[in-house]
């Protein structure tokens, strides 16, 4: 049986490690990449898709396509923004802007949670790319509160899919994955404050989530968990 994989977001640092980590496994047989400029340098057998994670239109076109080829043993959103045009991370309420949280949600909670499609009938994994600074019981230091809040927003709604995955698909996994700090364009403005040895390129990084999705069992659907495998607090 042809093993499938999928990631969404392949044109993004992690997302086109994760998409070599995956063909050099050799565990997939078929390999979808999904970006907005569809085949974009990406490895030999891949198959490019198009997509735009704020148009629902494109994200429902791209999974029935993928699905009518049959169904994904793993599916990873690798997506997700922090800043850019006339957003950054605010270190106070006085700094919330309506505008700027709207993008942050549709970007790192609204658009993962439209896009899962799994198997019914075996092992299948779900896997979106969260943050530990989501985590409510974690956060000690405030702070970057839209960025927050999404992401703790993609975690709940993660932990909502376990629940009714394991009444209509008990054999799949549902996860939130913290790929740590990586030297990608979303982590720029904010390396100098990594420690040594804690700023992951993004094959590093890619290798440790591909080892933490490979040891996942059936009573983990709905957690996050860091690089490590160790489990952030909800």
Request: aromatic content about 6%.
């Amino acid at each position: 049986m042809t093993r499938r994989a999928v990631v969404w977001g392949a044109s993004g640092g992690v997302g086109r490690a994760l998409v070599a980590a995956l063909v050099g496994s050799g565990d997939y047989g078929v390999i979808y990449a999904g970006s907005r400029a569809a085949g974009d340098s990406l490895a030999d057998g891949v198959r490019p898709f198009r997509f735009h994670l704020l148009d629902e239109a494109s994200i429902a076109a791209a999974a029935q396509g993928i699905v009518a080829e049959g169904p994904a043993d793993l599916v990873i959103v690798a997506t997700g923004m922090l800043h850019g045009a006339g957003l950054t991370p605010e270190k106070s309420f006085a700094a919330l802007e309506a505008e700027a949280m709207v993008a942050l949600f549709r970007a790192n909670a609204i658009g993962p949670a439209l896009i899962a499609a799994l198997p019914r009938d075996r092992r299948s994994v779900f896997a979106a790319l969260s943050a530990r600074v989501g985590s409510i019981g974690d956060n000690r230091l405030g702070g970057w509160h839209s960025y927050r809040a999404s992401k703790a927003a993609l975690n709940m709604l993660i932990a909502n899919l376990a629940i009714e995955l394991r009444r209509t698909r008990p054999a799949a996994i549902a996860v939130g994955l913290h790929p740590g700090t990586v030297d990608t364009g979303l982590s720029a403005p904010f390396q100098s404050r990594v420690a040594p040895g804690k700023l992951f390129t993004p094959e590093t990084s890619a290798g440790h989530l591909l080892s933490v999705i490979a040891g996942l069992g059936e009573g983990d659907s709905g957690g996050v968990f860091a690089w490590d495998g160790a489990r952030i607090p909800a």
